[in-house]
């Protein structure tokens, strides 16, 4: 059996879930309200304070969602509670970031500025001019924002310039040499 799937998710104070038919999951918390619909196949029931995912039967398919529902119900747990964050660098001479409203401006040696606007949900917080940290509830859009920010410049593996996530390491080359 699914060792994610098997393990109860924990309801901290504060939080209500609410599951609809067709497993539509309501996640409501003090940081938001989330919605999901999950796989029909599961059965998912609330007792004592825990969420507990079963499964049908011992399919592939079915062993596969297991584990998928469960993590998806604690990822919406999580991000109403604590919240999701990642953070990028921006590296690179004249490569700096600017924030004005919900737009980020990003100027990364293009002949013009990238302006991109925050969606709805996701909040971008400037450090200095070369960090931007991703915030939200939903980790899925925090992830997606935070690979649209980096796709616009990706670190390139001789001099490191460009975006990169904080824990990222960039596998550096060794640059051409001139004959002796």
Do not use: W
Request: aromatic letters at 4%; charged letters at 30%.
């Amino acid at each position: 059996m699914s060792r994610i799937g098997r393990m109860p998710v924990a309801i901290p104070a504060g939080v209500t879930v609410t599951i609809a038919e067709n497993n539509v999951v309501t996640v409501k918390g003090p940081k938001g309200e989330l919605v999901r619909e999950l796989p029909v196949e599961m059965e998912i029931k609330e007792e004592a304070g825990q969420i507990i995912v079963t499964r049908p039967n011992d399919l592939k398919r079915m062993k596969s969602l297991h584990g998928l529902t469960r993590t998806l119900i604690f990822n919406m747990i999580h991000g109403v509670t604590a919240g999701y964050e990642k953070k990028l660098e921006v590296n690179g001479v004249g490569y700096r970031a600017a924030k004005a409203g919900k737009k980020l401006t990003l100027n990364l040696g293009y002949s013009h500025p990238v302006e991109m606007e925050d969606p709805e949900g996701i909040e971008t917080v400037l450090e200095g001019q070369n960090i931007i940290i991703v915030k939200g509830i939903d980790k899925e859009k925090v992830g997606q924002f935070a690979a649209e920010i980096r796709s616009k410049r990706e670190p390139e593996p001789y001099k490191g310039k460009g975006i990169k996530y904080a824990d990222e390491v960039i596998r550096r080359k060794v640059g051409k040499t001139g004959k002796k």
